[in-house]
């Protein structure tokens, strides 16, 4: 295997999951994630990893769309944090605020607060968007 994010991350869930793939499958899995960010990739196996510790059962090993969904909940924490983290001291009630225009009409608008957490979030990364599940009715034999 090469040594990107993906194979460590293989490496390490083949190791936790005593299981082993063959070239082939390590080559799904590349494809499968490749436009993955690579600094979630291992916290993501790490968030699979707890997952299993806390009793989820993968066979034999977590799937590729597993592995994705993980990925994005690493995202989502980490956009929230750097969203609560522009937050940090906000006094405004539901973020906003009242001022009034040049012709003293009063208008609400959103908080400075709200809107520095709002750029945070999104230098923090932009979500990752994940395929639609099929329910197991929905499947053709």
Same mark, same amino acid.
């Given at each position: 295997m090469a040594n990107g994010p993906i194979e460590a991350g293989l490496a390490l869930l083949m190791a936790t999951f005593r299981a082993e793939l063959d070239t082939y499958q390590v080559r799904a899995y590349q494809?499968?994630?490749?436009d993955l960010p690579a600094d979630v990739v291992l916290p993501a196996c790490d968030h699979l990893i707890d997952q299993a510790a806390a009793g989820r059962k993968f066979y034999p090993l977590p799937t590729a769309p597993e592995w994705k969904q993980a990925c994005a909940v690493i995202? !989502? %924490?980490k956009r929230q944090a750097a969203f609560r983290l522009g937050l940090g001291g906000c006094d405004h009630p539901s973020f906003m605020e009242s001022y009034q225009d =040049?012709? %003293?009409v009063e208008w609400t608008r959103r908080c400075q607060?709200?809107?520095r957490g709002k750029q945070l979030m999104a230098a923090a990364g932009k979500p990752l968007a994940l395929p639609a599940l099929m329910l197991e =009715? !929905?499947?053709?034999?």
């Open positions: 494809r499968a994630l490749q995202i !989502d %924490g =040049e012709n %003293g607060c709200y809107l =009715e !929905d499947r053709t034999p």
